[in-house]
T-cell receptor
Framework: SQQGEEDPQALSIQEGENATMNCSYK?????LQWYRQNSGRGLVHLIL?????REKHSGRLRVTLDTSKKSSSLLITASRAADTASYFC????????????FGKGTHLIIQP | GAVVSQHPSWVICKSGTSVKIECRSL??????MFWYRQFPKQSLMLMAT?????????EQGVEKDKFLINHASLTLSTLTVTSAHPEDSSFYIC??????????????FGPGTRLTVL
C-alpha cells in the first residue's frame, strides 16, 4: 500500500520565505526520513526522526512527527534558490534492515 | 563518509540485451543493499532487498528472473536487467545500510543509473 503521501505536490515560493511540506503514512514505523532530489540525480539524506521523537532540527530544517496522526512535516526556513528540488519522505516498515517506502514527493521551486 | 557509488551513471542499450548495474559502498560495509526504480516525475519504488551471501528478496510484482541481483561481497551488489525492453527504461537507484546499524537507520543512496532501452 502507498505510504508517505506528501502535500502539496508542488510548491512555489519567493526566496527568503519559509516552505512547509507535509507527509502522511499508513502503518507503524521505526523512523521517518526526508530526502532531497535535484532533477535527475541521486537522493541526499536530510534528516531522520525516530518514532519516539516529536521534533528535530538541522540547520534551516525543522521536522516534526506526530505518530498519533501518522504525519510529519518538513519546514525549510529562509529558503534559497538552491533549495529548489523534489523532497520525499520515506518510512521504514517497522522491522530490522528494511527497504524504504517513499511518498510521491513535493516539487519545491524557489523563485529568486 | 558513507559514500555509495553506482556504475554506470547512464547506459543506452538495444532491446533484448542485458545490462548490469553495480552498486558499491566505498567506505563502509553493507550487509544489506536495496534497489529502487524511479520513472520520470514519479517517486522511488523499492524493487528488491539484496542480502550479502543469500538470495535477494523481491517486492511484489518485480520479476526475479528479469532483475537478477547478486550481492557477492559486503561492498558490492549488482543488478542485471535481462532481455531489456523499452518499458524497463528508468532511473535505477541503490542504497546501502551500514553493517553496524542495530536498528533500521539511515540508508545512503547512490547517484543512480539512467537506463534507456531503444
Amino acid at each position: 500500500s502507498q505510504q508517505g503521501e506528501e502535500d502539496p505536490q508542488a510548491l512555489s515560493i519567493q526566496e527568503g520565505e519559509n516552505a512547509t511540506m507535509n507527509c502522511s503514512y499508513k502503518t507503524s514505523i521505526n523512523n521517518l526520513q526526508w530526502y532531497r532530489q535535484n532533477s535527475g540525480r541521486g537522493l541526499v539524506h536530510l534528516i531522520l526522526i525516530r518514532s519516539n521523537e516529536r521534533e528535530k532540527h538541522s540547520g534551516r530544517l525543522r521536522v516534526t512527527l506526530d505518530t498519533s496522526k501518522k504525519s510529519s512535516s518538513l519546514l525549510i526556513t529562509a529558503s534559497r534558490a538552491a533549495d529548489t528540488a523534489s523532497y520525499f519522505c520515506a518510512t521504514d516498515r517497522g522491522g530490522g534492515a528494511d527497504g524504504l517506502t517513499f511518498g510521491k514527493g513535493t516539487h519545491l521551486i524557489i523563485q529568486p | 563518509g558513507a559514500v555509495v557509488s553506482q556504475h554506470p551513471s547512464w547506459v543506452i542499450c538495444k532491446s533484448g540485451t542485458s545490462v548490469k548495474i553495480e552498486c558499491r559502498s566505498l567506505d563502509f560495509q553493507a550487509t544489506t543493499m536495496f534497489w529502487y526504480r524511479q520513472f520520470p516525475k514519479q517517486s522511488l519504488m523499492l524493487m528488491a532487498t539484496s542480502n550479502e551471501g543469500s538470495k535477494a528478496t523481491y517486492e511484489q510484482g518485480v520479476e526475479k528472473d528479469k532483475f537478477l541481483i547478486n550481492h557477492a561481497s559486503l561492498t558490492l551488489s549488482t543488478l542485471t536487467v535481462t532481455s531489456a525492453h523499452p518499458e524497463d527504461s528508468s532511473f535505477y537507484i541503490c542504497s546501502a545500510e551500514p553493517r553496524l546499524a542495530g536498528v533500521a537507520d539511515t540508508q545512503y543512496f547512490g547517484p543512480g543509473t539512467r537506463l534507456t532501452v531503444l
